[in-house]
């Protein structure tokens, strides 16, 4: 897979990059490293995750990376959204929602026929960009014993 050229945007002191390259990976496995799903994983294994994906970093101009999201696609027809965090002391300033603005609206990503993620508290927040519960759906899934 090739990844997309990195896109940038720009909202006062904040920036958000699909630059890897710019990434803080302590900050990132420290956030991942407190949620439910990565809390028991080895960091190395999370950080593959991070590099097999379109990452969306938020930063703060003086504060560095604040948030995160990213995107694991076929970058053609199905892309599924995780990770998203923004950090506690930056929340309430519709942060969040302009990350999600910004992965749901990557020029790449106009051709998207399924969009998909997984949550256990914030479906109210993801209803608002669209996002709705799979109940008697077509999807499977496999759930493994493995810890990779």
């Known amino acids: 897979m090739t990844a997309p050229k990195p896109r940038h945007w720009q909202r006062g002191t904040f920036e958000i990059s699909t630059d890897a390259k710019r990434l803080d990976r302590g900050r990132v496995l420290q956030e991942l490293g407190a949620s439910y799903w990565a809390a028991t994983l080895p960091s190395d294994l999370v950080w593959k995750s991070v590099e097999g994906s379109v990452p969306f970093g938020l930063y703060e101009a003086a504060a560095g990376q604040i948030g995160f999201a990213r995107v694991a696609t ?14 506690d002391a930056w929340q309430g300033q519709g942060l ?24 256990d508290d914030a479906f ?25």
């Open 96 to 119: 969040g929602a302009w990350l999600m603005e910004c992965v749901l609206n990557h020029p790449d990503f106009q051709t998207m026929r399924r969009w998909m993620l997984s949550t």
């Open 74 to 87: 076929d970058l053609a027809r199905f892309a599924w959204i995780s990770d998203v965090y923004v950090n």
């Open 124 to 148: 109210d927040f993801y209803a608002r960009f669209g996002f709705e519960r799979i109940a008697d759906s077509k999807f499977m899934g496999l759930k493994t014993n493995q810890t990779g």
